[in-house]
C-alpha cells in the first residue's frame, strides 16, 4: 500500500530548535543508535551552529523538519561525513525524529526533499550511514532507492553498520 506523504517543510536549524531537538531526543528509543543516552543541551548547541554554516557554505544542511502544523519534528538533511573512519569526503543524508512522529512518512518526505535540494547544489552522490540494526532507518534507504555499498564495524560501539550509496 502507497500512502501520500504527509507535506513537511524544512529550515535551516535555528538556536531555538537546539532546545527542541535536545527535548524530542530526550528518549532512549530515539538514542537506541545515537549513543544509547541523550545528548547536553550543548551537543545540539553546536550541531545547529555547525548546520547554519553548512548552508551557508555549501547550500545544504541537517534542516530542522517542520510538521503540517509547523511543529518542530526532528531533522533530516545533508552533511559532509564528519568522522575519520567510514566515507570520508562523502555527503551523508541523515535523519532523526522524535518518537511520537515515527511512522508518519516525515522521514521518507524530508529526504526526498533533501536529495533534490543536494543535487540542485551540484552533490552527485550520497551516502547513508546506518547501524545494522535499525530497521526503520534501512527501511528508509530502500524507499529512496539506495543500495547497500559496504559494512562497516564502528570504533567506539563496535557495531556493525552499513553504507548505503545512491548517485544523484
Known sequence: MNRALPAVRLRVPTDED???????FDDPDVME?????????SVYEELTARQRKHDAELGFCLWTVLDEEDRVVGFTGAQPWPREWGPRGEIEIGWRLGREHWGKGYVTAAARETLERVGAAGVRS??????????????????????????????VSRREGHCYRLDL
Open 33 to 41: 543508535f545515537h549513543g544509547g543516552a541523550a545528548a547536553e543541551l
Open 126 to 155: 550520497v551516502v547513508a550511514m546506518v547501524d545494522a540494526r535499525n530497521t526503520r532507518s534501512i527501511a528508509v534507504t530502500r524507499r529512496l532507492g539506495m543500495r547497500l555499498a559496504e559494512t562497516y564495524t564502528t570504533p
Open 18 to 24: 537546539a532546545v527542541v531537538w535536545h527535548r524530542i
